[in-house]
């Protein structure tokens, strides 16, 4: 019988934990360890922070299915990997602290025949002075108790408009190298959508702060679509949009500091700047989660299996070249640790081989470089192909071929919400089919498939984005034939 | 080089026809069912 622990319970954990019992059935033991007791559909947060849907409608509690599905589960902390065992036993081992009220503080060691870390980000507010709710001045859309707190921030925004008084509202990123910023830039607008509903926007000023060097980068270099027989970069595309709703930007920027009124950043083109807000939702930037490693006599190679960022090292090619240089080639294919064959890092836990938007410095040297975004459909597919050869290698031994989720092949669909109604609601639906481009494939169009990437703005996209949200709950909670929902 | 407040300022805003067609229920139910379709088959394609 073989144990696979997997790390995380979010979109690849989960993922890759329910395909593996699907497959192994009960012959094989699959074991999940993640510190929340409650699963939770991130990108509905961004409706949550705008006071449109109630933090219960984006979670539920996981130990139900586990139990259902016979998967075991243990509400805990990973701390370190001991990929070679120790002096007991061989096997590898993680060692874990428990989280849960009844067992708080308890650690265990728990062995594995295979491991998949997918243990996510850790938000690291910490990295700009003042960034974030606890601590910092900022609020955050980044957990379900974060979007509840932006609600009510921004409700008194609206309580103060009504009153006549004028409001700054500043949405964007925490730091030059944060990720993400299709989720700040969803919540920029439905701020906006949010302010017209309640007839307070001509007293609101809205601007969104960002790292990307033009709007609709996104971090991934951005996009080319096709627009009635016409070629529209998404930088056009977004700045019609911001046009249209009256959004101000700052772009090719970072914050360097935050007191209770004014965000100091830094740009690229225009040196240091500074902010008023009465109201700010900056997301934080991503590290790895700190998980240590040791080898079986105890010493530290934590440093043989991440990445100084805390990533995961999975099969890419991390060789130290310029920008310029770098290939959709040096992107990972099957995510499994080059030290270890049978642990593999997955979702945003791998540690990508380079930046996809080209890196800058401000004249003071402040890094403005945003992340490579692994978002929900690539993080989904990564957790299910990790499992797939788990059960592959399980069943025919070594010499199984493992499968593969190269994300300069893969698709992804983003469906930014720009207003959360059901009639006056709307979204940016974009597609973008390679995510990391591929420049030697699709020279012209910005290293993409113009035929799979397009954009679209309308109520089309919000009920699709609706419709996504009660899929992926569906599937997630593991109801009957949730494996016919693709990831 | 133009700012990015500037060409916020000066880009196309949508066509009075255009809008109407972003809002209206039966051409986006009829767009709801392109775009779910055409992600469906995405994602079935790299599954
Ligand atoms: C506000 C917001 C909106 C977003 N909107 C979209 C969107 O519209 N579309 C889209 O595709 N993507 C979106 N994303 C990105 C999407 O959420 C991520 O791609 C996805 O969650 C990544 O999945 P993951 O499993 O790698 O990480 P996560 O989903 O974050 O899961 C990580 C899991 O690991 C657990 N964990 C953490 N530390 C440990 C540890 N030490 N030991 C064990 N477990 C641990 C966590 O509790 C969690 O269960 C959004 C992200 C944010 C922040």
């Known amino acids: ?487 | 080089m133009s700012t990015i407040d500037e060409r916020i300022q000066a880009a196309p805003l949508p066509s009075e026809r255009e809008r109407r067609r972003r809002n209206n229920p039966i051409i986006q139910f009829v767009r709801f069912v392109a775009l779910s379709w055409g992600i469906f088959r995405l994602a079935h394609k790299h599954d």
Not at chain 1, 31 to 57: D, H, L, T, Y
Not at chain 1, 224 to 245: A, D, I, N, P, Q
Request: glycine letters at 10%.
């Open chain 1, 1 to 487: 019988m073989a144990r696979i622990v997997i790390l995380g319970a979010g979109v690849a954990g989960h993922t890759a934990a329910l395909h593996a019992k699907r497959k192994l059935g009960a012959d094989h033991e699959v074991v999940v360890v993640s510190p929340n007791s409650k699963w939770n559909w991130i990108p509905s947060n961004i409706w949550v922070g705008v006071g449109r849907m109630p933090a219960e409608k984006v979670v539920f509690p996981l130990a139900p299915i586990y139990r259902r599905k016979h998967i075991e589960f243990h509400q805990a902390l990973a701390t370190a990997i001991r990929p070679d065992g120790d002096a007991e036993d061989a096997r590898g081992a993680v060692d874990i602290r428990y989280t849960d009220p009844k067992r708080s503080g308890q650690t265990a060691r728990l062995r594995y025949d295979y491991l998949i870390n997918a243990t996510g980000p850790k938000l690291r507010f910490e990295a700009t002075p003042g960034l974030g709710p606890d601590g910092g001045h900022t609020a955050s859309v980044c957990t379900p108790g974060h979007a509840v707190d932006a609600a009510a921030q921004l409700d008194d925004v609206i309580a103060r408009l009504r009153a006549g008084q004028r409001q700054t509202v500043v949405v964007g990123i925490g730091h030059g190298t944060c990720t993400c910023e299709g989720a700040a830039f969803e919540y920029a607008l439905n701020v906006d959508h949010e302010l017209r509903e309640a007839g307070v926007r001509d007293r609101a000023e809205v601007v969104y702060l960002s790292n990307e060097p033009e709007l609709g980068d996104f971090g991934v270099g951005g996009m080319v679509f096709e627009e009635k027989g016409r070629r529209v970069t998404s930088s056009e595309w977004m700045e019609s949009l911001f046009h249209e709703r009256d959004v101000r930007a700052i772009t090719h920027a970072a914050p360097t500091e935050i007191t209770d009124r004014v965000i100091h950043y830094d740009s690229v083109a225009d040196g240091p700047g500074s902010i008023e807000y009465d109201f700010a939702m900056l997301l934080p930037p991503f590290g790895g989660v700190g998980l240590e490693a040791y080898d079986r006599d105890g010493n530290d190679i934590t440093s043989e299996l991440f990445a100084p960022s805390g990533f995961m090292l999975v099969d890419a090619d991390y060789g130290d070249k310029p920008f310029d240089e770098w290939r959709a080639a040096d992107w990972p294919r099957t995510y499994r640790s080059p030290r270890n064959p049978n642990i593999f890092g997955v979702g945003i836990a791998f540690a990508p081989p380079h930046a996809i938007t080209r890196p800058a410095r401000t004249a003071a040297g402040v890094v403005v470089a945003p992340a490579p975004p692994r978002t929900g459909m690539p993080s989904g597919m990564m957790g299910k192909i990790a499992a797939f050869t788990i059960v592959d290698l399980i069943r025919q031994g070594g010499d199984a071929r493992p499968h593969e989720a190269p994300m300069p092949e893969l698709a992804a669909a983003c469906i930014a919400s720009t207003g959360a109604h059901m009639l006056r609601g709307s979204a940016a639906t974009m597609t973008m089919s390679p995510v990391v481009p591929d420049y030697q494939r699709y020279p012209d169009t910005a290293g993409r498939d113009i035929a799979e990437t397009r954009g679209e703005i309308g109520l089309a996209g919000h009920w699709l984005k609706r419709m996504l949200h009660t899929a992926f709950i569906y599937k997630a909670k593991a109801l009957p034939f949730w494996y016919l929902i693709p990831e």
